[in-house]
């Protein structure tokens, strides 16, 4: 066993629901040093397909920002692009969580923040099972 004391926590959390604001999602993705977003999306990993949330989203993401995606759900995993509701997320770039944990995915990302790598190996990394947090 290994103990990590240096951990990353510049991460937000988006929980989407019915109605959530542009003004507040902007807010969240705009917060100054962000690293990290997990969006906590519904069933398979669906959100809204609104323009201006894929965008906030892709901008977002084109400034560096990891977009986690983690179903709200207790069971099943986020599966994107299952659903027409989800590929826009996938086609984007947003990182899908499969089956991980809402807890897991901040401990996976405040880890992963801490080690400094590329924007892309971070992407892999946090779709690969490390230590049995996704069963891909």
């Given amino acids: 066993m290994s103990v ?11 929980k989407l629901f019915p109605g959530l604001s542009k003004k507040i999602t902007l807010s ?12 906590e ?3 398979a990993g669906n959100a809204s397909t609104e323009e201006w949330f894929i965008q906030a989203l892709k901008t977002a ?5 990891i977009i986690y995606n ?10 994107q692009g299952m659903y027409e509701t989800s590929s826009q997320l996938k086609k984007i770039g947003v990182v899908s969580g499969f089956d991980i944990t809402f807890e897991s995915a901040i ?3 405040m880890y992963m ?6 924007f892309a190996k971070s ?9 049995g947090e996704i069963t891909v």
């Avoid at 993401?61 to 920002?65: A, F």
């Avoid at 923040?113 to 590329?118: A, F, N, T």
Wanted: net charge positive.
């Fill in 61 to 65: 993401i084109d400034k560096g920002i």
């Fill in 70 to 79: 983690v179903t709200q759900c207790a069971e099943g995993k986020v599966i």
């Fill in 123 to 131: 992407k892999q990394l946090l779709e690969t099972n490390l230590r």
């Fill in 107 to 109: 401990a996976k990302l």
């Fill in 41 to 43: 999306t519904f069933g």
């Fill in 4 to 14: 990590h004391l240096q951990l990353d926590n510049d991460i937000a959390v988006l």
């Fill in 28 to 39: 969240i993705l705009n917060t100054p040093g962000i690293k990290a977003v997990i969006i």
């Fill in 113 to 118: 923040l801490s080690k400094k790598v590329s």
